[in-house]
């Protein structure tokens, strides 16, 4: 087995093709054995130089909205009365901690996308 350290993007895309041939490896196999300890470095490697980044909260309102085929009135109980719900999406407003909890209970969205830095607020 021929394994090393993922250093480098090189060797992280090195491990990336390796690891495509491996797939169908069958677990306890030398492949298999191989297989896990590439993804384990594939991982490791990600987490430190390929961060997870969480879209503002108004995208991510947006996005479960469209997953799950919600209305501006689906969002009256969680935001306010419709022209506040119309405000939050178009940046006009900023969420309350109230709106973010009900948003985080409700529908799911992470607390991390919600409390996020809009996107406006960047180029102000």
């Keep these: 087995m021929d394994i090393k350290p993922i250093k480098t993007d090189t060797d992280y895309r090195a491990a990336l093709k390796e690891v495509e041939t491996l797939m169908m490896a069958e677990p306890n196999t030398p492949e298999g054995e191989k ?3 590439l993804v384990t470095l594939i991982e490791a490697y990600e987490r430190k130089h390929i961060p997870l980044d969480f879209p503002d909260p108004v995208e991510a ?3 479960e909205m469209e997953q799950k085929g919600l209305t501006i009135k689906d969002l009256e109980p969680m935001i306010g009365k419709s022209n506040r ?24 969205i992470p ?14």
């Design 35 to 37: 297989l896990d300890v």
């Design 61 to 63: 309102i947006k996005f």
């Design 85 to 108: 719900v119309y405000e939050v999406l178009n940046r006009k407003r900023s969420l309350t901690l109230k709106m973010i909890w009900k948003l985080h209970q409700e529908l799911g």
């Design 111 to 124: 607390a991390e996308s919600l409390i996020k830095q809009p996107v406006q607020a960047h180029n102000a």
